[in-house]
């Protein structure tokens, strides 16, 4: 243990929570670490100044733990967190920082433009949603269409119970998965009741293996 540095033990902590929680070690003024799960990534660099409005920012500022929700007017995308500032010899001296995706209850549609209009799509006919040529498609049941949310957003907005992101470019609803598949070219393919062929990287399959339990 007296050579284990720092950055290796913060590392093997954040192995333990990797799939759902992020975590965040700053100074008084800057982020020092930063690893990012597979649920959330607010791309923060080391060195980046500690964001005003920030749960770091406050609990250092209060001097306290806060544990709160953040809009999407900070990083880009909403989250929760808890920060606990630290002290050596009676002095703050930073704070450490647990982020964790915000889950909705959901509004139970997700409403998709198309050429003639837009159209309201219940969750569970969501087959798989898309990104493909700087778009994001959503594939329902017997049309698709356009929407303006990034993958990440996406995320967020779906039931997690129904959706999982396998790719950096797909998140499918594993209630629409027909079969799942050795593939050469990825880990495994999926098979979609559509006939569709969905790869699942090798950067998701650990995570989508565990949420589907095989």
């Avoid at 209060?62 to 010899?89: L, T, W």
């Avoid at 703050?92 to 409403?111: F, M, N, R």
């Avoid at 798989?128 to 929407?147: I, L, N, P, Q």
């Avoid at 990287?201 to 565990?210: A, D, I, L, T, V």
């Amino acid at each position: 243990m007296e050579n284990l540095s720092l950055s290796a033990l913060l590392d093997v902590i954040g192995e333990v929570f990797s799939d759902e929680i992020s975590i965040v070690v700053s100074n008084t003024e800057e982020y020092l670490y930063y690893l990012p799960s597979k649920r959330v990534d607010l791309k923060i660099r080391p060195g980046d100044p500690v964001k005003e409005g920030t749960i770091a920012q406050k609990a250092i500022s209060q001097k306290q733990k806060v544990s709160e929700f953040i809009n999407r007017d900070v990083f880009g995308i909403p989250y929760h967190g808890m920060a606990v500032p630290f002290y050596h010899d009676g002095e703050l001296e930073g704070c450490v920082t647990a982020i964790y995706p915000v889950y909705t209850d959901g509004k139970s549609v997700v409403t998709v433009k198309t050429h003639d209009g837009w159209i309201p799509v219940p969750f569970a006919s969501v087959k798989y949603v898309e990104v493909k040529d700087r778009k994001t498609y959503v594939m329902a049941e017997g049309f698709s269409g356009t929407h303006k949310n990034t993958l990440q957003e996406f995320e967020y907005l779906l039931p997690r119970e129904s959706f999982v992101r396998c790719h950096r470019s797909f998140i499918v609803n594993v209630h629409h998965i027909k079969g799942i598949y050795p593939d050469t070219h990825s880990t495994f393919v999926l098979e979609m009741d559509n006939g569709t062929r969905i790869p699942v990287s090798q950067s998701y399959s650990s995570y989508f293996r565990k949420l589907l339990g095989f």
